[in-house]
């Protein structure tokens, strides 16, 4: 192993030399001039985002514990591309709240932990190193959800979700621990040769898996996801939401695709009772939700259900389906939580009734708004359609007729809950309708950003032929 | 390796300390009780890992690395989980449960 080994976690690298670097300009920086450290860290984080592009060669290091592909690494530059968005639409409120009380730098420091410990986790070539990448991206979005320190709201997000998540992470290491024995290895590769389908393997399994489907808020461990949603600041909601739930989804696929191939038998059959559960509930829970925060965190819960449809079937039409699908999920999603937290903002109104006669007041984030619901819906003319059709599609060429047609139906519950706030913006008239205000350069650079992926990956396909290809590297 | 005890008694023990745990975080009224439920089951996780590694396969020493750190995490965590509930007591003035759901459905 030579120095030049080392360029094969670039990525890390960079990410860490920018953390570094944030803390030393917050001890240069003089007292009245902290706003500019959140021009220097969305800079930094541009470039960043941006020298991420360049290829990288597939290959694995500490002697197999780090690895990357192609899959991978266009992965982490889709978590790079959503922390931009978040970072451009939290820069007014982080100016406002956060920087007078000198806390600026705390916030990029943290949340790019975050994002180290999720490239750590999802390049991780053992369950050691997919552990500890598991508990750094989480143990700093929970100090992050208790950001706000003299709002007692946050304060109770933060406990729920350090708790639960900590919770979440004993049970997978329980179930880890027992993988371990059965196999007699932590590293993937060796566990592929010599897993097999025994009690005791299946049970870890078992708790390995409840351990994750925590992150991702799948149904049975779902109920910290709306509490802590509408708690914690809206751009910690968002990151919960997006980036956190799409490196849970992108690790889980990773390892049921290869390292549990074997047990495929056992895990197909959990995977489609918690998807038909998890769509029910957080389609039906949705439905009578008037806080838009704790509205966008239960419809997140169904979204999740509809990604287990591409999971269930194992090969690499589900791996290219799943990822494309998180992709188009973390544009849209960024921009309903963008045009939320503008509102909130400005206004500090987060209810739907406040909506009403958005569209006469605000027409350009109706807009926006309205783009964002119909992608996530899945109304044709909009990426959120085609992710959802190559799901349905992916789980129909395998016979999941019965689970196809399930979803459907939640499909077209999610449309009504989703038409209503369209309703309430543009058919509805009020007289205490949100004043018409003006977003700064970054919020509507963020939700630029977030509008045009929208558009653009619903009638530009050759994205999904290119993630298609790179999927065959996985299995 | 202890003599005289097999695996099947210690991990036994582990299980039990295991579902302690689970049924500590569910039942317990108390925040505080609530973290020390989550030790619990992370020390049965690390328990678990050093023993499979010293009775099935003593060659390698990848389990007690891992016990290792999960120790240095756990460690982490409450700390951090512990200046949370600080601060929030310091807003209501309790660590019970019931006290913080302002938040429901």
Not at chain 1, 233 to 261: N, Q
Not at chain 1, 306 to 332: H, K, M, R
Request: glycine share 6%; aromatic share 14%; net charge neutral.
């Amino acid at each position: 192993m030579n120095i030049g080994s080392f360029l094969l976690m670039r990525q890390e690298i960079l990410l860490l030399a920018i953390i570094l670097l944030l803390i030393i300009c917050e001890i240069f920086i003089s007292q009245n001039k902290k706003s500019s450290i959140i021009h220097l860290a969305i800079f930094l984080f541009g470039i960043h985002t941006i020298v991420g592009f360049f290829a990288i060669e597939e290959s694995e290091i500490f002697g197999g514990m780090f690895r990357t592909n192609g899959l991978i690494h266009f992965f982490k530059n889709v978590l790079n591309i959503g922390v931009l968005i978040i970072l451009l639409q939290s820069a007014d409120w982080l100016q406002e709240k956060i920087v007078h009380e000198n806390r600026g730098t705390e916030f990029f420091v943290l949340l790019f932990s975050s994002l180290l410990g999720m490239y750590f986790m999802i390049s991780s070539g053992d369950f050691l190193m997919f552990y500890l990448g598991l508990e750094l991206s989480m143990l700093p979005v929970a100090a992050l959800a208790a950001y706000e320190t003299t709002q007692r709201k946050s304060s109770e997000a933060g406990i729920k979700l350090i708790l639960s998540s900590a919770l979440a992470s004993g049970v997978s290491l329980f179930g880890i621990s027992m993988l371990y024995a059965t196999t007699g290895s932590i590293y993937f590769n060796d566990i592929i040769e010599v897993i097999t389908a025994t009690n005791l393997s299946i049970l870890g399994l078992i708790l390995f898996f409840a351990g994750l489907g925590f992150k991702i808020s799948l149904v049975p461990f779902h109920f910290w996801t709306a509490d802590v949603y509408e708690g914690a600041p809206i751009s910690i909601a968002s990151y919960l939401s997006v980036i956190s739930k799409g490196a849970a989804i992108f690790i889980l696929m990773i390892l049921l695709f290869t390292v549990l191939k074997p047990l495929m038998h056992i895990w197909e059959n959990i995977i489609y009772v918690i998807a038909v559960a998890t769509m029910f509930i957080g389609n039906l829970f949705a439905l009578r939700q008037q806080n838009m925060k704790r509205f966008l965190a239960f419809s997140s819960i169904a979204q999740a259900g509809f990604i287990l449809l591409g999971l269930i079937i194992g090969n690499q039409l589900g791996a290219a389906t799943v990822v494309y699908f998180v992709l188009v999920y973390v544009f849209s999603n960024l921009a309903a939580f963008g045009v939320v937290q503008a509102i909130s903002l400005r206004t500090g109104k987060e209810k739907m009734s406040d909506y009403e006669g958005l569209y006469r007041t605000n027409p350009n984030l109706s807009l926006v708004m309205m783009l964002a619901l119909f992608s996530l819906a899945g109304i044709p003319p909009v990426a959120g359609f085609f992710g959802k059709f190559f799901l349905f599609t992916a789980a129909a060429s395998e016979g999941y007729y019965i689970l196809v047609f399930i979803a459907v139906v939640n499909v077209t519950i999610s449309l009504y809950y989703y038409l209503l706030v369209v309703r309430a913006m543009f058919l509805r008239q009020s007289d205490t309708a949100i004043p018409f205000f003006k977003n700064n350069l970054y919020m509507r650079l963020g939700l630029i950003i977030a509008v045009l992926g929208i558009l653009i990956l619903g009638i530009y396909s050759p994205v999904y032929d290119y993630i298609y290809e790179l999927s065959k590297n996985i299995l | 390796m202890i003599e005289g005890i097999s695996i099947y008694e210690i991990l036994t023990l582990t299980s039990i300390l295991f579902f302690i745990g689970i049924y500590g975080f569910i039942t317990r009224k108390n925040l505080i009780s609530i973290l020390i439920s989550v030790e619990l089951i992370l020390n049965a996780s690390v328990v678990n890992f050093v023993v499979i590694n010293k009775y099935l396969y003593p060659d390698i020493l990848q389990g007690v690395f891992v016990s290792i750190f999960i120790i240095a995490i756990a460690a982490a965590e409450t700390a951090l989980a512990v200046s949370i509930i600080i601060n929030l007591y310091r807003q209501i003035s309790s660590v019970e449960v019931k006290d913080t759901e302002i938040m429901k459905y």
